[in-house]
Protein backbone atom coordinates (compact mmCIF):
# COMPACT_ATOMS: atom_id res chain seq x y z
CA UNK A 1 0.00 0.00 0.00
CA UNK A 2 1.72 3.32 -0.94
CA UNK A 3 0.45 6.48 1.07
CA UNK A 4 1.49 10.15 1.13
CA UNK A 5 2.77 10.83 5.02
CA UNK A 6 5.44 12.43 7.17
CA UNK A 7 8.46 10.97 7.95
CA UNK A 8 8.07 10.28 11.89
CA UNK A 9 4.76 8.69 10.34
CA UNK A 10 6.82 6.15 8.11
CA UNK A 11 9.17 5.66 11.20
CA UNK A 12 6.64 4.64 13.41
CA UNK A 13 4.90 2.42 10.46
CA UNK A 14 8.45 0.54 10.91
CA UNK A 15 8.00 0.38 14.39
CA UNK A 16 5.06 -1.11 14.37
CA UNK A 17 5.63 -3.66 11.55
CA UNK A 18 8.27 -4.74 13.57
CA UNK A 19 5.95 -5.98 15.92
CA UNK A 20 7.66 -3.91 18.84
CA UNK A 21 6.88 -5.03 22.59
CA UNK A 22 8.07 -2.03 24.32
CA UNK A 23 8.06 1.42 23.38
CA UNK A 24 9.29 4.71 26.23
CA UNK A 25 9.89 8.09 24.64
CA UNK A 26 10.02 11.37 26.10
CA UNK A 27 8.73 13.96 23.60
CA UNK A 28 10.81 16.87 21.76
CA UNK A 29 10.90 18.75 18.78
CA UNK A 30 11.32 17.34 15.91
CA UNK A 31 10.86 13.82 17.38
CA UNK A 32 7.38 14.38 19.03
CA UNK A 33 5.05 13.48 16.10
CA UNK A 34 6.31 10.22 16.07
CA UNK A 35 6.42 9.11 19.85
CA UNK A 36 2.72 10.59 19.27
CA UNK A 37 1.62 8.20 16.43
CA UNK A 38 3.15 5.40 18.13
CA UNK A 39 1.01 5.88 21.16
CA UNK A 40 -2.00 6.54 18.71
CA UNK A 41 -1.27 3.12 17.32
CA UNK A 42 -1.20 1.32 20.81
CA UNK A 43 -4.21 2.88 22.16
CA UNK A 44 -6.46 2.24 19.15
CA UNK A 45 -5.15 -1.34 19.55
CA UNK A 46 -3.28 -1.50 16.11
CA UNK A 47 -0.27 -2.68 18.11
CA UNK A 48 0.40 -5.20 20.72
CA UNK A 49 3.04 -3.18 22.70
CA UNK A 50 3.60 -1.18 26.15
CA UNK A 51 3.74 2.27 25.59
CA UNK A 52 5.86 3.88 28.71
CA UNK A 53 5.60 7.47 29.23
CA UNK A 54 8.41 8.72 31.38
CA UNK A 55 10.03 12.08 32.99
CA UNK A 56 12.81 12.19 30.65
CA UNK A 57 14.67 11.02 27.75
CA UNK A 58 17.69 9.53 30.42
CA UNK A 59 14.66 7.20 31.80
CA UNK A 60 12.99 6.55 28.29
CA UNK A 61 16.38 4.95 27.17
CA UNK A 62 16.56 3.70 31.03
CA UNK A 63 13.22 1.72 30.60
CA UNK A 64 14.33 0.17 27.41
CA UNK A 65 17.25 -1.19 28.48
CA UNK A 66 15.39 -2.87 31.38
CA UNK A 67 13.02 -4.12 28.90
CA UNK A 68 15.53 -5.44 26.55
CA UNK A 69 17.59 -7.12 29.22
CA UNK A 70 14.17 -9.13 29.65
CA UNK A 71 13.82 -10.20 25.85
CA UNK A 72 11.68 -7.63 24.94
CA UNK A 73 11.63 -5.98 21.60
CA UNK A 74 12.46 -2.21 22.52
CA UNK A 75 12.42 1.39 20.89
CA UNK A 76 12.81 4.44 21.82
CA UNK A 77 13.61 7.81 19.64
CA UNK A 78 14.87 11.27 20.75
CA UNK A 79 16.21 14.47 19.20
CA UNK A 80 19.20 16.96 20.16
CA UNK A 81 19.64 17.52 23.68
CA UNK A 82 17.52 14.68 24.58
CA UNK A 83 20.01 12.35 23.53
CA UNK A 84 22.58 14.30 25.39
CA UNK A 85 20.65 13.72 28.24
CA UNK A 86 20.62 10.18 27.68
CA UNK A 87 24.09 9.72 26.49
CA UNK A 88 25.44 7.63 29.93
CA UNK A 89 22.67 5.38 28.94
CA UNK A 90 23.62 5.54 25.24
CA UNK A 91 27.03 4.05 26.50
CA UNK A 92 25.32 1.16 28.77
CA UNK A 93 23.12 0.02 26.21
CA UNK A 94 25.87 -0.53 23.91
CA UNK A 95 28.21 -1.69 27.02
CA UNK A 96 25.57 -4.12 27.79
CA UNK A 97 25.31 -5.45 24.09
CA UNK A 98 21.16 -4.79 24.23
CA UNK A 99 19.67 -5.33 20.58
CA UNK A 100 18.09 -1.46 21.35
CA UNK A 101 16.58 0.16 18.43
CA UNK A 102 16.46 4.09 18.73
CA UNK A 103 15.10 7.18 15.96
CA UNK A 104 17.28 10.43 16.26
CA UNK A 105 15.53 12.83 14.30
CA UNK A 106 18.36 14.92 13.73
CA UNK A 107 19.02 18.96 15.17
CA UNK A 108 21.25 21.35 16.38
CA UNK A 109 22.23 20.91 19.81
CA UNK A 110 21.93 24.08 22.47
CA UNK A 111 23.59 26.28 23.33
CA UNK A 112 22.38 28.48 21.80
CA UNK A 113 18.61 26.82 21.91
CA UNK A 114 17.84 25.92 17.81
CA UNK A 115 15.09 23.47 16.98
CA UNK A 116 16.35 23.42 13.80
CA UNK A 117 18.28 20.38 11.96
CA UNK A 118 21.65 19.73 11.60
CA UNK A 119 23.84 16.40 12.09
CA UNK A 120 25.18 17.43 15.42
CA UNK A 121 23.51 15.61 18.03
CA UNK A 122 24.20 11.76 16.68
CA UNK A 123 27.87 13.06 15.15
CA UNK A 124 28.59 13.68 19.20
CA UNK A 125 27.68 10.15 19.70
CA UNK A 126 29.25 8.48 17.27
CA UNK A 127 31.81 6.82 19.62
CA UNK A 128 29.55 4.98 22.14
CA UNK A 129 29.61 1.91 20.76
CA UNK A 130 26.20 2.03 18.92
CA UNK A 131 25.54 1.47 15.43
CA UNK A 132 24.74 4.24 13.39
CA UNK A 133 22.49 4.46 10.11
CA UNK A 134 21.44 7.33 7.91
CA UNK A 135 18.14 7.69 5.65
CA UNK A 136 17.76 9.63 3.04
CA UNK A 137 13.88 9.82 2.24
CA UNK A 138 10.71 8.56 3.72
CA UNK A 139 10.85 5.31 2.30
CA UNK A 140 14.40 4.26 3.82
CA UNK A 141 12.96 5.36 7.23
CA UNK A 142 10.32 3.13 7.18
CA UNK A 143 12.76 0.11 5.51
CA UNK A 144 15.78 1.11 7.69
CA UNK A 145 13.77 1.03 11.14
CA UNK A 146 12.93 -2.68 9.98
CA UNK A 147 16.48 -3.53 9.11
CA UNK A 148 17.66 -1.95 12.35
CA UNK A 149 15.86 -3.99 14.28
CA UNK A 150 17.00 -7.58 12.57
CA UNK A 151 20.84 -6.15 12.39
CA UNK A 152 20.60 -5.12 16.32
CA UNK A 153 19.61 -8.49 16.85
CA UNK A 154 21.64 -10.64 15.20
CA UNK A 155 24.61 -8.72 16.47
CA UNK A 156 23.67 -7.75 20.04
CA UNK A 157 24.64 -4.33 19.43
CA UNK A 158 21.81 -1.49 19.52
CA UNK A 159 21.30 0.83 16.43
CA UNK A 160 20.42 4.40 15.78
CA UNK A 161 18.40 4.89 12.40
CA UNK A 162 19.03 9.00 11.97
CA UNK A 163 17.27 11.44 10.09
CA UNK A 164 16.60 14.49 9.36
CA UNK A 165 14.68 17.20 11.48
CA UNK A 166 11.79 18.82 9.18
CA UNK A 167 13.34 18.47 6.00
CA UNK A 168 12.09 14.46 6.85
CA UNK A 169 10.61 14.44 9.73
CA UNK A 170 7.71 16.98 9.37
CA UNK A 171 7.68 16.78 5.40
CA UNK A 172 5.00 14.62 3.44
CA UNK A 173 6.21 11.84 0.55
CA UNK A 174 5.08 8.74 -0.85
CA UNK A 175 6.21 5.50 0.38
CA UNK A 176 5.00 1.85 0.32
CA UNK A 177 3.81 0.33 3.64
CA UNK A 178 4.75 -3.47 2.60
CA UNK A 179 2.52 -6.18 4.07
CA UNK A 180 2.82 -7.21 7.71
CA UNK A 181 3.31 -11.25 6.75
CA UNK A 182 6.23 -10.12 4.47
CA UNK A 183 7.84 -8.32 7.56
CA UNK A 184 7.19 -11.59 9.54
CA UNK A 185 8.84 -13.42 6.95
CA UNK A 186 11.93 -10.76 7.13
CA UNK A 187 12.16 -10.00 10.72
CA UNK A 188 11.37 -13.36 13.29
CA UNK A 189 10.37 -12.88 16.65
CA UNK A 190 13.17 -11.43 19.09
CA UNK A 191 14.92 -14.42 21.21
CA UNK A 192 17.25 -13.49 23.63
CA UNK A 193 20.25 -15.82 24.89
CA UNK A 194 20.81 -14.20 27.82
CA UNK A 195 17.69 -12.41 29.36
CA UNK A 196 17.02 -11.77 33.24
CA UNK A 197 14.37 -14.66 34.36
CA UNK A 198 12.92 -14.77 37.42
CA UNK A 199 13.16 -18.63 36.91
CA UNK A 200 16.86 -18.70 35.85
CA UNK A 201 18.07 -15.83 37.98
CA UNK A 202 21.78 -14.30 36.97
CA UNK A 203 23.98 -10.91 37.64
CA UNK A 204 24.39 -8.60 34.77
CA UNK A 205 26.95 -6.29 34.58
CA UNK A 206 28.15 -6.10 37.85
CA UNK A 207 31.63 -4.29 38.59
CA UNK A 208 33.79 -5.89 36.47
CA UNK A 209 37.95 -5.92 37.69
CA UNK A 210 40.34 -4.55 35.52
CA UNK A 211 42.26 -7.98 34.96
CA UNK A 212 40.30 -11.30 34.00
CA UNK A 213 39.11 -13.45 36.50
CA UNK A 214 37.35 -17.01 37.64
CA UNK A 215 33.66 -16.93 37.54
CA UNK A 216 31.79 -19.06 39.92
CA UNK A 217 32.10 -21.97 38.37
CA UNK A 218 35.89 -21.55 37.93
CA UNK A 219 35.88 -20.51 34.69
CA UNK A 220 37.95 -18.03 33.11
CA UNK A 221 36.12 -14.40 32.59
CA UNK A 222 37.17 -11.21 30.81
CA UNK A 223 37.83 -8.06 32.14
CA UNK A 224 36.69 -4.65 31.17
CA UNK A 225 39.51 -4.22 28.62
CA UNK A 226 38.40 -7.81 26.89
CA UNK A 227 34.84 -6.83 26.62
CA UNK A 228 35.61 -3.68 25.27
CA UNK A 229 37.80 -5.34 22.90
CA UNK A 230 34.62 -7.95 21.93
CA UNK A 231 32.63 -4.92 21.34
CA UNK A 232 35.41 -3.06 18.83
CA UNK A 233 35.40 -6.62 16.66
CA UNK A 234 31.89 -7.15 16.59
CA UNK A 235 31.13 -3.50 15.30
CA UNK A 236 34.03 -4.38 12.58
CA UNK A 237 32.34 -8.11 11.72
CA UNK A 238 28.80 -6.44 11.58
CA UNK A 239 29.44 -4.82 8.56
CA UNK A 240 28.93 -8.18 6.94
CA UNK A 241 26.01 -8.79 8.65
CA UNK A 242 24.46 -5.18 7.80
CA UNK A 243 25.62 -6.62 4.30
CA UNK A 244 23.65 -10.01 4.93
CA UNK A 245 20.74 -7.89 6.21
CA UNK A 246 20.13 -5.27 3.26
CA UNK A 247 20.53 -8.77 0.51
CA UNK A 248 17.73 -10.24 2.89
CA UNK A 249 15.68 -7.43 2.73
CA UNK A 250 15.92 -6.40 -1.18
CA UNK A 251 15.44 -9.98 -1.69
CA UNK A 252 11.71 -10.08 -0.32
CA UNK A 253 10.73 -6.15 -0.88
CA UNK A 254 12.57 -5.82 -4.02
CA UNK A 255 13.76 -2.40 -2.64
CA UNK A 256 17.76 -1.21 -1.56
CA UNK A 257 20.88 -2.74 -2.08
CA UNK A 258 23.06 -0.51 -1.21
CA UNK A 259 23.76 -0.82 3.05
CA UNK A 260 26.95 1.44 3.20
CA UNK A 261 26.88 3.84 0.03
CA UNK A 262 24.12 5.06 -2.25
CA UNK A 263 25.84 6.31 -5.21
CA UNK A 264 24.61 8.68 -8.12
CA UNK A 265 26.29 8.72 -11.77
CA UNK A 266 29.08 8.08 -9.87
CA UNK A 267 29.89 4.87 -11.92
CA UNK A 268 32.39 7.11 -14.90
CA UNK A 269 32.28 10.24 -12.25
CA UNK A 270 36.01 12.13 -11.91
CA UNK A 271 34.80 13.93 -8.62
CA UNK A 272 32.35 12.82 -5.96
CA UNK A 273 29.96 14.96 -3.79
CA UNK A 274 29.75 13.21 -0.51
CA UNK A 275 27.27 13.51 2.37
CA UNK A 276 24.88 12.27 4.63
CA UNK A 277 20.65 12.36 4.96
CA UNK A 278 18.59 14.30 2.34
CA UNK A 279 21.14 16.21 0.97
CA UNK A 280 22.57 13.66 -1.08
CA UNK A 281 19.03 13.78 -2.67
CA UNK A 282 19.05 17.68 -3.12
CA UNK A 283 22.77 17.33 -4.58
CA UNK A 284 21.56 15.11 -7.67
CA UNK A 285 19.93 18.15 -9.02
CA UNK A 286 23.77 20.12 -9.16
CA UNK A 287 25.21 16.65 -10.37
CA UNK A 288 22.07 16.93 -13.07
CA UNK A 289 23.36 20.39 -13.87
CA UNK A 290 27.41 20.00 -13.69
CA UNK A 291 26.44 17.02 -16.42
CA UNK A 292 24.97 18.92 -18.41
CA UNK A 293 27.79 21.07 -18.49
CA UNK A 294 30.08 17.91 -19.42
CA UNK A 295 31.30 17.66 -15.90
CA UNK A 296 31.86 13.56 -15.23
CA UNK A 297 30.48 14.06 -11.77
CA UNK A 298 28.48 11.54 -8.98
CA UNK A 299 26.77 12.08 -5.69
CA UNK A 300 27.32 9.37 -3.19
CA UNK A 301 24.97 9.13 -0.10
CA UNK A 302 26.92 7.59 3.02
CA UNK A 303 23.99 5.28 4.61
CA UNK A 304 26.66 3.21 7.63
CA UNK A 305 27.92 5.85 9.29
CA UNK A 306 28.97 3.54 12.28
CA UNK A 307 30.91 1.38 11.83
CA UNK A 308 32.51 3.46 9.22
CA UNK A 309 32.68 1.56 6.15
CA UNK A 310 36.32 2.03 5.14
CA UNK A 311 36.51 -0.85 2.51
CA UNK A 312 33.33 0.58 0.89
CA UNK A 313 34.96 3.95 0.56
CA UNK A 314 38.30 2.85 -0.69
CA UNK A 315 35.79 0.73 -3.42
CA UNK A 316 33.99 3.66 -4.31
CA UNK A 317 36.74 6.38 -4.68
CA UNK A 318 39.77 5.61 -4.95
CA UNK A 319 40.72 6.55 -8.48
CA UNK A 320 38.42 9.59 -8.62
CA UNK A 321 39.85 12.98 -8.93
CA UNK A 322 38.07 14.24 -6.18
CA UNK A 323 36.20 14.70 -4.11
CA UNK A 324 33.68 17.16 -2.23
CA UNK A 325 32.43 16.35 1.19
CA UNK A 326 29.70 18.57 2.13
CA UNK A 327 28.31 18.09 6.51
CA UNK A 328 25.86 19.25 8.59
CA UNK A 329 28.70 18.88 11.62
CA UNK A 330 32.09 19.78 13.26
CA UNK A 331 34.13 18.17 15.03
CA UNK A 332 35.03 21.38 16.99
CA UNK A 333 39.22 22.25 16.58
CA UNK A 334 39.73 19.60 14.14
CA UNK A 335 37.31 19.01 10.88
CA UNK A 336 33.88 17.97 9.85
CA UNK A 337 33.72 14.47 10.93
CA UNK A 338 32.26 12.76 8.04
CA UNK A 339 35.76 14.28 5.50
CA UNK A 340 38.31 13.17 8.76
CA UNK A 341 37.00 9.43 8.40
CA UNK A 342 36.65 9.74 4.59
CA UNK A 343 40.49 10.55 4.07
CA UNK A 344 41.65 8.41 6.70
CA UNK A 345 40.09 5.34 5.08
CA UNK A 346 41.65 6.61 2.07
CA UNK A 347 45.10 6.91 3.37
CA UNK A 348 46.04 3.83 1.94
CA UNK A 349 45.16 4.34 -1.51
CA UNK A 350 48.36 5.20 -3.82
CA UNK A 351 46.56 7.07 -5.70
CA UNK A 352 44.45 9.63 -3.28
CA UNK A 353 41.69 11.94 -4.67
CA UNK A 354 42.27 15.08 -4.04
CA UNK A 355 39.61 16.03 -0.74
CA UNK A 356 37.63 19.29 0.49
CA UNK A 357 35.66 19.93 3.31
CA UNK A 358 32.88 22.65 3.37
CA UNK A 359 30.51 22.76 6.55
CA UNK A 360 27.24 23.92 6.34
CA UNK A 361 23.50 23.72 7.56
CA UNK A 362 24.98 24.10 10.87
CA UNK A 363 21.50 25.20 12.97
CA UNK A 364 19.01 24.61 9.83
CA UNK A 365 20.65 27.37 8.23
CA UNK A 366 19.15 26.97 4.01
CA UNK A 367 21.43 25.50 1.84
CA UNK A 368 20.81 26.77 -1.53
CA UNK A 369 21.50 24.73 -4.43
CA UNK A 370 22.67 27.46 -6.03
CA UNK A 371 25.99 27.51 -3.61
CA UNK A 372 26.42 23.91 -3.98
CA UNK A 373 26.99 24.24 -7.57
CA UNK A 374 28.99 27.09 -6.97
CA UNK A 375 30.92 25.46 -4.47
CA UNK A 376 31.52 21.94 -6.24
CA UNK A 377 32.36 23.65 -9.82
CA UNK A 378 34.90 25.43 -7.60
CA UNK A 379 36.10 22.72 -6.10
CA UNK A 380 36.61 20.89 -9.81
CA UNK A 381 38.49 23.91 -11.22
CA UNK A 382 40.95 24.39 -8.14
CA UNK A 383 41.93 20.74 -7.43
CA UNK A 384 44.47 21.59 -4.98
CA UNK A 385 45.92 17.78 -4.20
CA UNK A 386 47.79 18.28 -0.71
CA UNK A 387 45.60 21.01 0.79
CA UNK A 388 43.49 20.19 3.86
CA UNK A 389 41.08 22.73 3.96
CA UNK A 390 37.92 23.21 5.60
CA UNK A 391 35.43 25.86 4.31
CA UNK A 392 31.90 26.91 5.65
CA UNK A 393 29.22 27.45 3.49
CA UNK A 394 26.83 30.02 4.02
CA UNK A 395 28.46 32.40 6.64
CA UNK A 396 27.06 35.89 6.85
CA UNK A 397 30.10 37.27 8.70
Same mark, same amino acid.
Given at each position: ???????????????????????????????????????????????????????????????????????????????????????????????????????????????????????????????????????????????????????????????? @?????????????????????????????????????????????????????????????????????????????? $??? @??????????????????????? $??????????????????????????????????????????????????????????? @?????????????????????? $??????????????????????????? $?????????????????????????
Amino acid at each position: MHVIESGNVAAATGVKLARTQVIAAYPITPQTPLTEKLSEFVSKGQMTAQYIPVESEHSALSVCIAASSTGSRTFTATSANGLLYMSEQVHWASGARLPIVMCVVNRGVGAPWTVWNDHQDSISQRDTGWIQMHACDHQQILDTVLKAFMVAEKVSIPVM @VCYDGYLLSHSYMPFEIPKQEDVDRFLPSFSSDCKLDPEHPLNQNTVTLPDVRPDIHGNMSPGYMEIRHNLQQDLICS $LDV @VKEVEDRFKGIFNRGGSPFIESY $LCEDAEYVAVCMGSLSYQLRDVVDQLRNDGQKVGVAGVRLYRPFPNQAVIDAFSGKKGL @VIFEKGISYGNQGPLFTDITSA $LYQVEERPFAHNYILGIGGREIKTQDL $LDTFRKSIQSGRKNEIKTEWIGLKL
